[in-house]
């Protein structure tokens, strides 16, 4: 792929966006690549880990250049496809992580909060400055934005076009950790090695059910957990793992 790099190890894939003389910007490209890679996933991944080539920035935003002629047909088709792949993200049968790595503007900060865990460098910066553009969010950002950090402080960032640092975005709920530039990569390969280790079907039942119970009234929610919870007893990694404890051993989960 011409602006996607992938390296994968133990069953970690790590995906970084490259396209740096564009501060990794995402045009129609970039997300086309994106979207293929997303469904041609090896089914022998555990954990995915998005982050960006170069040390200024994680993904920029969506490619300006490439906006600034579109029509409102135009702009429906971009949007739509922005907002697919980002969905195919966050509904991948695995977890995926965010290494932030810097600027994750507009577009970039879009994609972040489509990954399940996000974790910033101390350099990396957030935003949606769509209105100083005369757009506004089209990659989901809206709705996103409001299910992580509340409607009233949404608004605010989005209204003002504001940027925060990390150490704000970690205050918001916006990321979960903040780490040292240098030492990003290692602490999301690290807690991607910790969830690889767990048995996957049981984190596939997990994230589905947290994906879908957010939206849910309460009592079906809970329902669809239960559910969720007795399939996991009709899977081989639900026997050895249980087995394993009782005998004290380790166990090593093998069911994709």
Do not use: H, W
Not at 30 to 46: C, F, G, K, T
Not at 102 to 114: K, P, R, S
Not at 226 to 234: D, G, R, S, T, Y
């Amino acid at each position: 792929m011409k602006f996607l790099i992938s390296e994968i190890e133990n069953g970690i894939a790590v995906l970084k966006i490259s396209r740096p003389q564009a501060l990794n910007a995402l045009n129609t490209e970039v997300l086309a690549e994106l979207e293929e890679y997303i469904d041609n996933i090896p089914s022998d991944i555990r954990v995915l880990i998005i982050t960006g080539d170069g040390p200024k920035s994680f993904v920029a935003g969506a490619d300006i250049a490439e906006m600034s002629n579109l029509t409102p047909e135009g702009g429906l088709e971009f949007g739509r496809r922005g907002a697919r792949v980002f969905k195919k993200i966050e509904d991948l049968d695995i977890p995926v992580i965010a290494a932030i790595n810097g600027f994750a503007l507009g577009g970039g900060c879009e994609i972040a909060m489509a990954c399940d865990i996000r974790i910033a460098a101390e350099n990396a910066k957030f935003g949606q400055p769509e209105v100083g553009l005369g757009i506004i969010p089209g990659f989901s950002g809206t709705y996103r934005l409001a299910k992580l950090v509340g409607q009233g402080m949404a608004k605010d960032l989005i209204f003002s076009g504001r940027t925060i640092r990390a150490d704000e975005a970690l205050r918001i709920g916006l990321v979960n950790q903040v780490v040292k530039s240098e030492e990003l990569m290692d602490v999301a390969k690290d807690l991607a090695s910790k969830i690889a280790q767990n048995a996957p079907i049981a984190v596939k039942y997990a994230k589905q059910c947290i994906n879908q119970n957010y939206d849910m009234e309460r009592d079906t929610a809970l329902a669809f957990e239960n559910e969720m919870f007795a399939k996991c007893f009709a899977t081989e990694d639900q026997k050895n793992g249980m087995n394993a404890f009782l005998k004290k051993e380790k166990v090593i989960f093998i069911n994709k």
